[in-house]
């Protein structure tokens, strides 16, 4: 079975601090994404990464950065964690295939993140 | 740019049959979805299909699409407890599964 490991489901921080939210597969996939899950908003895409040092922004990256070192490992990261900043962060990958792919993608179970 | 939308909510009995509905506004969607999440969990994919069909069934989930006025319905028949969760509709129009646009999703509660 695909697995996406999300590593903290529950963090609660505060407003300034530094915060990293990691996120392992064990597929091999290429892509990777990071999403952030809000009340009758949806999901909405943060960042992606198809390759090792690629990341590319999505719809909402504003005080989020991320790394991509290793081609299994997908981290964000909020360098000044703010209240605006609290909710539910999911992590997915998928592979980059062409006419077999589906293109589902792959979800780890969550991190819920308060900012206080 | 692209836009889903579905209803926030919808409540059903044990047995009955419940639709969700799900409208999107990109013409070139190549793929549609629908994604279910339980409680405490991660999204999981439920079902997909191509834009060239207008129907498909796989045991107690019917997925339509009407092409033309760009609306996705899932039904499942015969609904569960066990059915209650959120369901999210996405588009994508890469098969390689970039970028996906998803919809508010809807919460099904399913009562006994």
């Known amino acids: 079975d695909v697995k996406v490991t999300q590593s903290s489901r529950y963090l609660v921080k505060r407003t300034g601090e530094k915060v990293f939210l990691e996120c392992v597969q064990d597929?091999?996939?290429?892509?990777m994404f990071w999403y952030r899950q809000d009340p009758g908003l949806g999901l909405r895409l943060i960042y992606f990464?198809?390759?090792?040092?690629?990341?590319e922004k999505g719809d909402i990256p504003e005080g989020y950065s991320v790394s991509r070192e290793k081609k299994e490992r997908f981290s964000l990261i909020l360098e000044s964690a703010s209240t605006n900043q609290t909710s539910m962060y999911l992590c997915?990958?998928?592979?980059?295939?062409?006419?077999?792919?589906?293109?589902?993608?792959?979800f780890g179970e969550g991190s819920r993140l308060t900012v206080l | 740019g692209e836009d889903v939308e579905q209803s926030l909510f919808l409540s059903v009995r044990e047995g009955d049959s419940s639709v969700i509905n799900c409208t999107y506004t990109?013409?070139?969607?190549?793929?549609l979805y629908w994604y279910k999440q339980e409680p405490g969990a991660g999204l999981q994919l439920l079902t997909y299909?191509?834009?060239?069909?207008d129907m498909k069934q796989d045991q107690r989930l019917t997925v339509l699409l009407n092409k033309k006025d760009k609306h996705l319905s899932l039904r499942i028949a015969d609904t569960q407890t066990g059915d209650s969760a959120i369901y999210f509709c996405?588009?994508?129009?890469?098969?390689?599964?970039?970028?996906?646009?998803f919809g508010g999703g809807t919460r099904l509660m399913v009562k006994p």
């Open positions: 997915a990958s998928s592979f980059l295939g062409q006419t077999l792919d589906t293109g589902e993608l792959f």
């Open positions: 597929m091999d996939h290429e892509n």
């Open positions: 990464s198809y390759d090792v040092k690629m990341k």
């Open positions: 990109d013409s070139s969607s190549t793929y």
């Open positions: 299909i191509f834009s060239n069909m």
């Open positions: 996405a588009e994508s129009t890469n098969n390689a599964g970039n970028m996906l646009t």
